[in-house]
């Protein structure tokens, strides 16, 4: 594997692109480059199908992605929340619970 550090910086950022068979050769060297911030795409017949992300790279995508679902849901129903308090205290004041669940939980009716 070539050493990465002594190149010019716009050169370091080269994507990294190797096929199935030599990604579960190098498969430890290959999660390292990922690791250092490196872009490595696995490439089956020359077309890219997966990219090795860090997980914390992934669970940041993955927040992003359901945040902008979820402010796209709600944005669908903006009208209808007009003038009403989302809050969460306001939202656990407006609950029913059920006798029973009142009763387990100690709850004043």
């Known amino acids: 594997m070539l050493d990465q550090a002594t190149w010019p910086s716009y050169l370091a950022a080269v994507t990294i692109h190797v096929n199935i068979g030599e990604a579960k050769t190098r498969l430890s060297q290959l999660i390292a480059a990922a690791l250092r911030g490196e872009e490595v795409v696995i490439d089956r017949d020359g077309q890219p199908q997966v990219?090795?992300?860090?997980?914390?790279?992934n669970r940041d995508l993955e927040r992003q992605r359901v945040v902008a679902r979820r402010r796209a849901a709600f944005g669908k129903f903006a009208a209808e929340f007009e003038g009403v308090d989302t809050s969460p205290?306001?939202?656990?004041?407006?609950?029913?619970y059920s006798p029973e669940r009142r009763e387990l939980h100690g709850m004043d009716e």
Do not use: C, K
């Open 51 to 57: 990219r090795l992300v860090p997980e914390q790279v």
């Open 89 to 96: 205290e306001a939202i656990r004041a407006m609950r029913e």
